[in-house]
């Protein structure tokens, strides 16, 4: 049994699903996981046991990328769309249940769609008009590292070694 970081689980009764620290020998140093990454494939391509093999995130940082301006009509038309998608989906379960005959009823969709647009209106100009323009911008967050180890058990460390020397030289032997 593994842990979600890739080290084995250690048996104290009621710890199973705990976090553990990663174990091994480091056998590379990367510094984009798209590289650790292609250490790793070309170790599953040279038909190394890649079970062993732990990718590990060293000096983690939240980097938080700013997309954009917030504004009260973009706050308003997001609100509104998120609105209407939460008005429509309503609108289409009640139609199916509807008593109509000829199939689905587009009274209760339409409802349903001008219902959402104004509550997800008054929803968003809420949440934005408390915020009192502390945080007017849009950003994404994302957990990145600083370099990406890899590391092997010691069983086959050594072989990773020269499998990944042989990368780094541009070497196949293949």
């Known amino acids: 049994m593994s842990t979600p970081f890739g080290g084995p689980a250690r048996n104290a009764p009621g710890l199973q699903n705990l976090p553990t620290p990663p174990t091994g020998w480091p056998v590379g140093s990367y510094a984009t996981y798209a590289e650790a990454q292609r250490a790793v494939d070309h170790l599953a391509d040279s038909d190394f046991p890649v079970r062993d093999v732990t990718i590990v995130g060293v000096d983690l940082m939240l980097v938080e990328r700013v997309i954009g301006r917030l504004t009260w ?3 308003l038309m997001s609100g509104a769309a998120s609105g209407a998608w939460l008005g429509f989906f309503v609108g289409v379960l009640l139609s199916l249940f509807s008593p109509n ?21 008054i929803f968003a100009a809420v949440g934005y008009g408390a915020s ?15 370099r990406y180890d890899v590391l092997c058990q010691p069983r086959n460390a050594e072989k ?7 990368l780094a030289m541009g070497t196949n032997s293949d």
């Open 160 to 166: 990773a070694r020269e499998l990944l020397a042989k």
């Open 132 to 146: 009192r323009g502390r945080r007017d911008f849009t950003s994404a967050s994302q957990m990145v590292a600083g």
């Open 73 to 75: 009509g973009r706050v």
């Open 101 to 121: 005959p000829a199939g689905i009823a587009l009274t209760p969709i339409l409802a349903g769609l001008a219902i959402g647009v104004v509550f997800g209106v």
